[in-house]
């Protein structure tokens, strides 16, 4: 293969991952009504930020994602240098992020997450001409595990910069970092099951959505909620989360009226499981990139054939 079709192809298929990337952020701002979020009918508990924000900064990253992953493709370093060098293109996310919704703060943990993922699938490409769940996962590993958990180990020794390293400081929770180095088992074995489920038994997309969200919400140290409130109130929309899913969850007739009113509760409380929403985002990137969302016309999405 000469230099210039090698290049095309990594081009083609960071531009892919990017743009599932893109789409993730979307789909997820699009699900709706999602309590205490923001969506197109709602800023939920936010004052500072739309839905226009949100397509503003998830335009903004869409090339950022599409270079992690053609660092990912092109570069043969080793998986923790990988590491290494995203983050330094995250920063540089980051900032474009900033600059397109005036300062705020709407995708500085996707960039993180949708980052890693992002590059693990060049990667993965790179070496095995596909990418499954299980491949995904283990470049993952092999990219963070021990620069995180040195990270981790760190953080109570030195002033707390994030909500996330103050959350560690002040409730012992390891927030997006442990998730990532967990293997991010919120998404791999809550999330993706119940998108699973939801496809099987053929329910409506948006419920999938709000079921996936539910599912997270009812076990997950939201870390959004614990730096806005308090553990009691993470404990209760833990337990709010719960009972919801009992009583038939997104795929119950009066689902949408509950969580309007929800909604409404929320708002008032100050209440917003943004990590819940980012680990929905996530789960919602890796279904696409690993062919498990039918598209329009009911075929299974194969983006990702292997490459001899």
């Known amino acids: 293969m000469g230099k210039n079709q090698a290049v095309e192809k990594a081009e083609y298929f960071a531009e892919s991952i990017g743009r599932m990337a893109y789409q993730a952020l979307l789909e997820e701002v699009y699900t709706v009504p999602k309590p205490g979020l923001v969506d197109p009918y709602s800023c939920g508990a936010h004052t500072d930020m739309d ?6 900064s998830a335009e903004a990253l869409y090339p950022w994602f599409v270079r992690m992953a053609y660092q990912g493709y092109q570069l043969t370093c080793t998986p923790e240098d990988l590491f290494r060098e995203i983050r330094k293109t995250g920063m540089l996310a980051e900032e474009a992020m900033y600059r397109a919704t005036g300062h705020v703060n709407t995708h500085k943990g996707m960039i993180f997450t949708l980052g890693i993922f992002s590059a693990a699938a060049g990667r993965c490409i790179q070496e095995d001409g596909t990418v499954t769940l299980q491949s995904i996962l283990r470049m993952e590993q092999k990219m963070t595990a021990r620069i995180l958990r040195a990270e981790i180990e760190m953080l109570g020794k030195e002033p707390a910069k994030s909500n996330g390293e103050k959350n560690l400081v002040q409730y012992g929770t390891t927030g997006i970092r442990g998730e990532a180095l967990a293997g991010y088992p ?3 074995h809550i999330a993706l099951p119940v998108l699973e489920d939801g496809l099987l038994r053929g329910m409506e997309w948006n419920r999938i959505k ?24 993470l404990y209760q929309v833990q337990m709010e989360a719960m009972q919801f899913l009992e009583e038939g969850g997104a795929y119950s007739e009066d689902a949408l009226d509950k969580l309007i009113r929800m909604d409404a509760d929320y708002i008032k409380r100050g209440i917003s499981a943004g990590g819940c929403a980012d680990l929905l985002a996530t789960s919602l990137f890796l279904a696409m990139l690993c062919n498990k969302i039918p598209n329009e016309n009911g075929a299974i999405l194969n983006l990702f054939p292997v490459v001899k």
């Not at 539910?214 to 109130?233: C, E, G």
């Open 51 to 56: 839905v226009q924000t949100f397509e503003r």
């Open 186 to 188: 919120s998404v791999f």
């Open 210 to 233: 709000l079921q996936i969200l539910f599912a997270v919400m009812s076990r997950v140290q939201d870390s959004n909620i614990l730096s806005r409130k308090n553990p009691s109130v």
